[in-house]
Each structure stands twice: as structure tokens, then as C-alpha cells.
T-cell receptor
Framework: GAVVSQHPSWVICKSGTSVKIECRSL??????MFWYRQFPKQSLMLMAT?????????EQGVEKDKFLINHASLTLSTLTVTSAHPEDSSFYIC????????????FGPGTRLTVT | GQNIDQPTEMTATEGAIVQINCTYQ??????LFWYQQHAGEAPTFLSY??LDGLEEKGRFSSFLSRSKGYSYLLLKELQMKDSASYLC??????????WGAGTKLIIKP
């Protein structure tokens, strides 16, 4: 149980375009989902926390107009990178917390974004 | 402020034992996590400690001392597949994870 999927697993896009990444909890309801970014050889950086049905809470330094997060249901959250630039190239990972558990986060497999 | 400290890199020999230390400072405390992350992959859960003491799970054990703000991950009978980064994360009073930078573990034959 407790499986989180992400789609796509990798994407290459041109500078200036937008990319949407989906995060789904497959066998549990996730009231809270987290979006992380990880640059090579660095640790996870929390970008934002999203709760189902409400606006996401963004970490300091993360542009909410550039990284649009929607958590429309208990099993789906999306991250849209708008007007992507090469510096947005990174590994984006989502995690989800089961509404019955307050401590464990289940991670998706990650999405490798390359902006050319 | 909140902070997690762990060594950047460690090297160990196949078959040996290695201990990865982590010290933490969080606003409130709801537990200490260890995750394993292979290059290019997402983290996978290893252990969770919220009470003092040692939790053993196969070849991996995790220890917590809340009074010292200290934890360690102990890996026994090291295998080449254990080469990975090991992330320590503390959970604060808001149930948010505060992540360490990770310890890259290199296993040599």
C-alpha cells in the first residue's frame, strides 16, 4: 500500500513553455501533498505544501506565480512550471501524507525536467 | 532556527558496519526520519524514531536521543547496493519535515 505515482517521469521542454507534473496517491487519500525540488548532489528543497481544496503554502523564495500548484482532490496534485527556463531544470519530487497518519510521507518516483 | 547536520560523505568497506550521525534542532519535535536515496531516484523510507532508544530493522538500526538532539543510522553487513545518500529529517511541531543535506555513503569492495 501507500503508493504515490508521478507523471511524467521525465520531460524535455523548450524555454518559455509550461510543463505540468501530476502527483497521485494510488491507494490512500492524501489531504496533504508536498512538492520538492532537488538539484544535482544537493538535498531536497521543499517548494510548497498543498492541502486538498485550499491554496498551497509556498516556501520562502519560491515564486507562486511561476510554480502553480493545484490540489483539487484527495488523490491528485499538480505542479505547473510556467514559462520554464534552463535554470528550472531539476528533479521534482512529490510526496503525500495519508490523512490518517500525521508522520509519514510517501514519495513519488520523481520527474526529471530539462529545459533547453 | 531549525537545522539538521550530518556528514557530507562517508566511505566504508563491503561487509563492515557504518554509523551515520545526525544532530537536529527543530521547533517542537514529532520524530526523526531516515531515508535512503539512490542517485536519480526518489527517497525511500528507512526508519522513524519518536522515543529514545534503538529501533532495529534487519541490517539497519536507528537510534534517537531527544535530550541530546541526536540520532544515528547503523548499517551492518554492508552490501554494494547500500551505496546511496542517506537523508536525516526531523519533524517539527507542524508536522513539517526539516531535511539534512544528506550523507553520501560509498561502499568499497
Amino acid at each position: 500500500g501507500a503508493v504515490v505515482s508521478q507523471h511524467p517521469s521525465w520531460v524535455i521542454c523548450k524555454s518559455g513553455t509550461s510543463v505540468k507534473i501530476e502527483c497521485r496517491s494510488l491507494d490512500f487519500q492524501a489531504t496533504t501533498m508536498f512538492w520538492y525540488r532537488q538539484f544535482p548532489k544537493q538535498s531536497l528543497m521543499l517548494m510548497a505544501t498543498s492541502n486538498e481544496g485550499s491554496k498551497a503554502t509556498y516556501e520562502q523564495g519560491v515564486e507562486k506565480d511561476k510554480f502553480l500548484i493545484n490540489h483539487a482532490s484527495l488523490t491528485l496534485s499538480t505542479l505547473t512550471v510556467t514559462s520554464a527556463h534552463p535554470e528550472d531544470s531539476s528533479f521534482y519530487i512529490c510526496s503525500a501524507r495519508d490523512h490518517t497518519e500525521y508522520y509519514e510521507q510517501y514519495f513519488g518516483p520523481g520527474t526529471r525536467l530539462t529545459v533547453t | 532556527g531549525q537545522n539538521i547536520d550530518q556528514p557530507t560523505e562517508m566511505t566504508a568497506t563491503e561487509g563492515a558496519i557504518v554509523q551515520i550521525n545526525c544532530t537536529y534542532q527543530t521547533s517542537g519535535f514529532n520524530g526523526l526520519f531516515w531515508y535512503q536515496q539512490h542517485a536519480g531516484e526518489a527517497p525511500t523510507f528507512l526508519s522513524y524514531n519518536v522515543l529514545d532508544g534503538l529501533e532495529e530493522k534487519g541490517r539497519f538500526s536507528s537510534f534517537l536521543s531527544r535530550s541530546k538532539g541526536y540520532s544515528y543510522l547503523l548499517l551492518k553487513e554492508l552490501q554494494m547496493k547500500d551505496s546511496a545518500s542517506y537523508l536525516c529529517a526531523g519533524m517539527d511541531s507542524n508536522y513539517q519535515l526539516i531535511w539534512g543535506a544528506g550523507t553520501k555513503l560509498i561502499i568499497k569492495p
